[in-house]
């Protein structure tokens, strides 16, 4: 699949990092560093626009990484990137640690999965067909 994409940014386009990875590194794209401090969020710049094609998204997510070692993630998780927004993708980070959180132009702050996505038509109904699981959920399947 081809996507456009204006890169404004210092960096490289995003990438995958292993053969089978779902998602692309996306990197900051800062003026000056920019310190996240214990439970703040921020608005991460990228310098990044894509054009999608009609029925997909791009979904922002969290790296692992980020998340394990250092309790960094993004607020709206995962972001959503509609096919019709051509503006600059930002991410939206928040430091779940207790200690100061540094981000730097060029670091890896989320990753970008590609997804084909439907839209629906309501059927508004006064019964829905039976399941064996049924109304059950929130650890209704038991413990564990």
């Known amino acids: 699949m ?3 994409i204006i890169n404004r940014s210092k960096n490289t386009l995003p990438a995958y990092e292993t053969l089978h990875a ?5 990197r900051a794209d800062l003026e000056a560093p920019v310190t996240l ?6 608005l991460i710049p990228t ?9 997909y998204e791009a ?7 980020l ?18 927004y051509r503006g600059e ?5 928040v430091n779940l640690s207790a200690d100061d959180f540094e981000v730097n132009t ?14 629906v038509q309501w059927q508004q109904v006064e019964v829905l067909g039976e399941t064996t699981r049924g109304a059950g959920g929130y650890g209704h399947t038991g413990v564990g």
Do not use: W, Y
């Open 2 to 4: 081809n996507i456009k």
């Open 37 to 42: 401090k214990p439970l703040e969020r921020k």
């Open 59 to 65: 979904q922002i997510r969290p790296r692992s990484g």
């Open 106 to 119: 060029g670091d890896r702050i989320a990753q970008m999965v590609v997804a084909k996505h439907e839209q």
């Open 22 to 26: 779902a998602g692309m590194d996306m």
């Open 47 to 55: 310098g990044l626009s894509i054009e999608l094609p009609e029925g």
């Open 67 to 84: 998340a394990f070692k250092h309790g960094i993630g993004i607020v709206n998780s995962p972001g959503t990137i509609d096919a019709d």
């Open 89 to 93: 993708i930002k991410v939206l980070l």
